[in-house]
């Protein structure tokens, strides 16, 4: 039986959640509300009225579409790199013994251990040291770089949770190991790998110190923001964020849709045998 100490204590502890979430939510509250405020001068840091005119046209910033598109492409090719290295990274760690494996596996974790500001610098170090001339290209595998461990945790824990027996009878009803990736453990790891795949998308376009050295004349969105900080953010970069925002929570809505939906297929149809 719950005693009344037992409720009193459940009401506390939804109660201590619910003000967490509220104060990890309070900078995202701010910068939708500030993207609606009619403000009268360069700065947009206090509220003087509700108006819609800076959505109507999110662009007016010179520059600001130029970054906005700037970093949405260097965080699409960052994902489908990382995606591709880090999945195989992850099944060689996970299904294979080789050599080296454990060092691979630890060196994994070097990048994501390392701070940010000794990883550019030791980036922009190198590039300096290569003449490699710095833009988008550096700021690509710089990128690349530093979400590939991400990528590759995601991924492992994805790949130690699944059942072997199943790659197993794959195999033995007459699958070779490339089928059996492409047509089992491939599909069984997706939910994985959509999770590593906006992971990697959202820590790259969210980037601010490995681009600022090394990004050389290119200017991503982070870079564009800091930069009109010194003289006031326009309300423009305020819409941006928050279509940004909107959309992250599209994707993630449509990825939850798309596996309860795969769930409530397989407990319909139950077991079935597989093809190979």
Not at 56 to 75: C, Q, R
Not at 211 to 225: D, E, H, I, K, R
Request: proline share 4%.
């Amino acid at each position: 039986m719950r005693t009344r100490v037992d409720r009193i204590r459940d009401v506390l502890i939804g109660a201590w959640a619910v003000l967490a979430i509220v104060y990890l939510f309070i900078p995202i509250f701010v910068i939708v509300l500030f993207s609606f405020n009619d403000n009268k001068g360069r700065f947009n840091f206090t509220w003087q009225g509700f108006t819609l005119r800076h959505w109507k046209d999110p662009f007016a910033v010179e520059g600001l579409s130029d970054a906005m598109v700037t970093s949405l492409s260097i965080a699409a090719l960052c994902t489908v790199i990382s995606i591709t290295l880090g999945t195989f990274v992850a099944l060689a760690i996970v299904r294979y013994r080789f050599v080296g494996r454990g060092a691979t596996n630890t060196l994994v974790f070097l990048p994501l251990a390392t701070p940010e500001v000794v990883l550019g610098a030791a980036l922009l170090g190198w590039f300096l040291t290569m003449s490699f001339a710095r833009g988008f290209t550096t700021v690509l595998i710089a990128h690349v770089m530093f979400t590939l461990g991400y990528v590759v945790i995601t991924i492992r824990a994805r790949l130690e949770g699944m059942d072997l027996h199943i790659e197993e009878a794959a195999q033995d009803l007459g699958a070779n190991q490339m089928t059996t990736i492409r047509k089992v453990t491939l599909p069984l790891i997706a939910p994985g790998i959509v999770a590593a795949g906006l992971l990697a998308f959202a820590i790259s376009i969210d980037d601010f110190v490995v681009s600022n050295f090394n990004a050389g004349q290119t200017v991503t969105f982070p870079l564009f923001v800091y930069g009109a900080a010194r003289q006031g953010v326009p309300p423009q970069v305020n819409v941006m964020a928050t279509m940004l925002l909107g959309l992250a929570l599209v994707l993630m809505f449509v990825n939850v849709a798309i596996q309860r939906r795969a769930a409530r297929r397989d407990a319909a149809l139950g077991p079935q045998p597989a093809r190979v």
